[in-house]
């Protein structure tokens, strides 16, 4: 159930956190994430590739789409979409603040996801102080789930994420947040902490890894992320 969780859930923020920042494109500018994660929980594997292209349509909006593709232990095929806007509506350095959010539908394959012709929603509220070399992140987010799904109904989460540029082109970064549990019989809160590095190769075009483990999920799993991200002006 946890596994199902995480890959169904929108990916956030700076790859590979998963604390949202508020941070957009600008006007005609695109970024294209390419977000891989190996999930180990319960003896199997799970590969997710979660690509993400955000567009810039005003300074302080960006239209996002994020499509998934999953392999599993016993089936593998195109999972569910996220379609997102992203706003930020304060901005007075060094705090801004934001919100995003959109809905996942139900694009998958062989069952890898909500049931067709269900539809999920989320939304998330952004922090940010920006004190260069060091930022913070927070979020408060919420996904509401269709009955169909079998799980919890409303999950809530809770995060922050610390980056710290230690040099021009290397971020250090670590994420911890908890979360509602996706089984609505259990009603601990389990948390996740990532530790993981992003490095510029050049002006737009950054790689990053990270690894990420859970405290008092059921079951619990271990995860490693890579990305690749690059950025361009229409």
Same mark, same amino acid.
């Given at each position: 159930m946890?596994v199902? %969780? #995480? ?9 590979p ?12 500018? &695109? ?6 994660? /190996?999930?180990?929980?319960?003896g199997? $594997?799970?590969?997710?590739?979660q690509?993400q292209?955000s567009?810039?349509? $005003?300074?302080?909006?960006?239209l996002?789409?994020?499509?998934? /593709? ?7 095929? @195109?999972?569910?979409?996220?379609? +997102?806007?992203?706003?930020? =509506?304060?901005?007075?350095?060094? /705090? ?13 394959q062989?069952?890898l ?11 998330v509220l952004?922090?940010t102080?920006?004190?260069?070399? @060091? ?11 269709? @009955? ?5 109904? @409303? ?5 922050? %994420?610390? #980056?710290?540029?230690?040099t021009?082109?290397?971020?250090w $970064?670590?994420?911890?947040g908890?979360?509602?549990d996706? +089984?609505?019989?259990?009603t601990? /809160?389990?948390?996740?902490l ?5 490095y ?6 950054? &790689?990053?890894?990270?690894?990420q ?7 619990s =799993?271990?995860?490693?992320? #890579?990305?690749?991200t690059?950025? =361009? %002006?229409?």
């Amino acid at each position: 159930m946890v596994v199902t %969780a #995480m890959v169904s859930l929108p990916a956030l923020a700076a790859h590979p956190l998963q604390t949202e920042d508020t941070g957009t494109q600008g006007p005609g500018n &695109v970024e294209i994430e390419n977000g891989l994660s /190996w999930t180990r929980a319960n003896g199997s $594997t799970v590969f997710v590739y979660q690509p993400q292209v955000s567009y810039g349509l $005003t300074d302080a909006t960006d239209l996002i789409v994020q499509p998934s /593709w999953v392999h599993g232990p016993a089936a593998h095929g @195109v999972g569910d979409t996220n379609l +997102d806007a992203k706003v930020r =509506f304060y901005g007075e350095a060094p /705090w801004s603040a934001g919100i995003r959010a959109g809905a996942r539908l139900a694009t998958n394959q062989n069952g890898l996801g909500l049931r067709h012709g269900d539809a999920a929603a989320h939304a998330v509220l952004i922090a940010t102080y920006d004190a260069a070399p @060091v930022t913070v992140h927070a979020n408060f987010g919420i996904n509401v789930n269709p @009955v169909s799904n079998g799980g919890r109904r @409303v999950d809530r989460r809770v995060s922050a %994420a610390i #980056m710290w540029a230690a040099t021009e082109r290397l971020t250090w $970064t670590v994420d911890a947040g908890t979360s509602s549990d996706p +089984d609505p019989g259990r009603t601990a /809160w389990p948390s996740t902490l990532l530790g993981g590095a992003i490095y510029t190769i050049r002006p737009g075009l950054d &790689v990053d890894i990270g690894y990420q483990a859970s405290s008092s999920a059921h079951p619990s =799993f271990r995860q490693w992320l #890579m990305g690749l991200t690059y950025r =361009f %002006a229409l």
